[in-house]
């Protein structure tokens, strides 16, 4: 009996032993992640916001100003709020276009068709790429004053547009290569597509549901978890681009394409006023943040969960 007892004790301690050395083993290989967590997302996180109350140049020391700098943004500082509507903006332009256009590749490409694969690679492409800098600089020569698109609308005898020369010409050049770059989202939303039963589409058809009815009735709601998510997403992303507005067009023309982050990036390393940008990086964050909350917020009044999951 007492044999029994000792060999239970000393079995539980054993598996003790091995699930702590298992944990530990876990944190060993977590160790550099949380690293770079610390270093180059938590530290610039709190130093941003710490900064954001002072007044620095990156030459000399840091001083206090208190809220002087978010004063300055709404009171003083017009170009800064005309950045906000800029980039508020550019985020309508693309996002929807960007989600419709990719789960319409996608319906397509979820059929079975001969070489498929290969067609979804290539759709695929420009999401890789869309973020280069060099497919950027492409852009840039496509669209200028003597470039390939003015080129062929001379061919058919039209007249050449001013496409980075006109405000309203910028902005649409730039949010039509973040809307090529939809492979991300249509990726996503193929998987979506194939998670739902065939079955649902078979019956819908014995009864005699139209094309558009099964798409509004079926396809809609079983993959809107999928459209919220790439809508999140999307819109995260819109609001912090930075490439196309910096690479094309440099914030012009007349500051139509100055978008917030563009004008962080020149407040912090043109004019070296690192308080200033910091403080207008914070009040971009604020703003991602009440939007995405927002549509947390509004998912239960079209995001459909099948397991009850929208309560």
């Known amino acids: 009996m007492e044999s029994a007892e000792s060999n239970n004790t000393r079995n539980t301690k054993l598996k003790r032993k091995t699930r702590n050395k298992n944990k530990y083993t876990g944190l060993i290989y977590l160790l550099p992640w949380l690293i770079g967590l610390g270093i180059f997302t938590i530290y610039p996180f709190v130093s941003s916001l710490v900064l954001s109350f002072t007044d620095y140049n990156l030459i000399s020391a840091p001083s206090f100003v208190g809220f002087q700098n978010y004063v300055k943004l709404f009171t003083s500082d017009k170009e800064f709020v005309n950045s906000l509507l800029a980039t508020l903006k550019y985020t309508v332009m693309t996002v929807p276009v960007q989600l419709a256009f990719a789960l319409f590749v996608a319906f397509i490409l979820n059929f079975k068709l001969k070489g498929i694969n290969m067609y979804r690679t290539a759709y695929y492409i420009p999401s890789i790429l869309g973020g280069n800098v060099a497919v950027a ?40 290569l973040k809307v090529w770059q939809f492979g991300s989202a249509m990726v996503i939303f193929l998987a979506a597509l194939k998670e739902i039963p065939v079955e649902l589409y078979e019956a819908a058809q014995v009864d005699g549901a139209k094309k558009w009815t099964i798409f509004f009735k079926i396809t809609l709601p079983l993959i809107s978890p999928t459209i919220f998510f790439n809508l999140v997403m999307q819109m995260v992303n819109a609001l912090q681009e930075f490439n196309a507005p910096y690479l094309i067009t440099n914030g012009g023309p007349l500051k139509a394409t100055d978008l917030t982050s563009l004008m962080i990036y020149n407040n912090a390393f043109k004019f070296f006023k690192m308080g200033y940008a910091s403080a207008m990086s914070w009040i971009l964050f604020i703003i991602i943040m009440i939007l995405t909350i927002t549509l947390f917020k509004t998912q239960s009044k079209w995001v459909y969960y099948s397991d009850g999951g929208n309560e």
Do not use: C, K, T
């Open 137 to 176: 600089v492409l852009w840039r020569f496509l669209f200028s004053a003597d470039g390939l698109i003015n080129q062929s609308i001379q061919f058919f005898g039209g007249e050449p547009v001013g496409w980075l020369s006109d405000p309203n010409a910028a902005m649409f050049v730039i949010a039509l």
